[in-house]
């Protein structure tokens, strides 16, 4: 490893501990313990599905309440003729906007976004 390869793991913030050998043609060579990559991915992956989890429970509990408060909006100032198309609007938006956040999370969780 060069000086300079040192100077750009530096600058990206690389923590990992490791361990410098040499090859045979005597240049150094970097070898990094698995088992940290490992307990890394694990508590990302942990991380990702705790905050699935709280999107979930947040969505949920504002749904509800959205629902609610929208409901008696529109029993307030909406004629009865147009109510039930409106809502149908409004729970059709709600659910696409929690389906893509949801669809979201689980890309991450999957791993098939590009990191």
Same mark, same amino acid.
């Given at each position: 490893m060069? /000086?300079?390869?040192g100077d750009d793991a530096d600058?990206?913030? /690389?923590?990992?501990?490791?361990?410098e050998s040499t090859t045979e043609t005597g240049e150094p060579t970097r070898e990094s313990s698995a088992d940290e990559w490992g307990t890394v991915d694990r508590l990302r992956r942990t991380l990702n599905y705790a905050v699935l989890g709280g999107l979930l429970l947040l969505a949920a509990v504002s749904a509800v309440q959205l629902y609610l408060a929208v409901g008696r909006?529109?029993?307030?100032?909406?004629?009865y003729e147009y109510r039930a198309p409106l809502m149908v609007a409004?729970?059709?938006v709600v659910l696409l906007l929690a389906a893509l956040g949801i669809s979201l999370q689980l890309r991450r969780l999957s791993g098939s976004e590009a990191e």
């Open positions: 060069t /000086d300079r390869e600058a990206r913030g /690389d923590t990992t501990m490791t361990t909006t529109i029993s307030t100032f909406v004629v409004f729970n059709l």
